[in-house]
C-alpha cells in the first residue's frame, strides 16, 4: 500500500476530537481542583489549627496521596480520560505519572525497576522545573541590582 494511502486510510479511521467541548470540561474540573484544593486548606487551618502555609503543605500532601491511591487502584486513568488536562496539569498529574511508572516497573525490584524508573516520564518535568527556577531567578537578581 502506498503511503499516502495508507495515510489517508488512518486520517478517515482517526477518531476527531472536539476541542471546546475538552476545554470547557478540563477549565471546569480545574477550577473544581481549585475549589477543593482550597477547602482542603481551610479544613486544616480551621480544624488543626495550622498556619495557612502550613495548611498548604498538608493540601499538597493530600492530593499527591489521594493521586497516587486512585492510580494504585486503577481508575485514575477513567478520571483523566473525563477531566482531561484538568487533573493531568495540577501536581496530581505529575503524582499519577511517578506512580504509573513505578507500578509498571515494580516486577523488576526496588532498585532496578522502582528504582531506575520512577522517574522516566516526570523526569523532564523536574529537570525543565529547576532548569526554570534557576534562570527565572538569575534574570530577577539581575532586573534587582539594576
Known amino acids: 500500500?502506498?503511503?499516502t494511502k495508507y495515510k489517508d486510510l488512518v486520517n478517515k479511521?482517526?477518531?476527531?476530537?472536539?476541542?471546546?467541548?475538552?476545554?470547557?470540561?478540563?477549565?471546569l474540573i480545574g477550577g473544581l481542583m481549585g475549589i477543593i484544593a482550597q477547602g482542603l486548606i481551610d479544613?486544616?487551618?480551621?480544624?488543626?489549627?495550622?498556619?495557612?502555609?502550613?495548611?498548604?503543605?498538608?493540601?499538597?500532601?493530600?492530593?499527591?496521596?489521594?493521586?497516587?491511591?486512585?492510580?494504585?487502584?486503577?481508575?485514575?486513568d477513567k478520571l483523566v480520560n473525563f477531566a482531561k488536562c484538568g487533573l493531568i496539569v495540577?501536581?496530581?498529574?505529575?503524582a499519577h505519572a511517578t506512580m504509573s511508572a513505578a507500578l509498571e516497573y515494580r516486577k523488576e525490584g526496588m532498585i532496578t525497576g522502582i528504582?531506575?524508573?520512577?522517574l522516566k516520564i516526570s523526569g523532564a518535568v523536574i529537570i525543565?522545573?529547576?532548569?526554570?527556577?534557576?534562570?527565572?531567578?538569575?534574570?530577577?537578581?539581575i532586573v534587582g541590582a539594576i
Open 1 to 3: 500500500m502506498e503511503k
Open 13 to 27: 479511521h482517526t477518531p476527531k476530537e472536539d476541542v471546546f467541548y475538552n476545554a470547557i470540561i478540563a477549565f
Open 43 to 76: 479544613f486544616y487551618s480551621y480544624y488543626l489549627s495550622i498556619s495557612t502555609k502550613e495548611a498548604t503543605v498538608c493540601m499538597l500532601v493530600t492530593l499527591i496521596f489521594l493521586s497516587c491511591l486512585f492510580t494504585s487502584l486503577g481508575f485514575f
Open 90 to 94: 495540577p501536581i496530581t498529574g505529575f
Open 115 to 118: 528504582g531506575a524508573n520512577m
Open 128 to 141: 525543565f522545573g529547576v532548569v526554570s527556577a534557576w534562570t527565572f531567578s538569575v534574570i530577577r537578581a
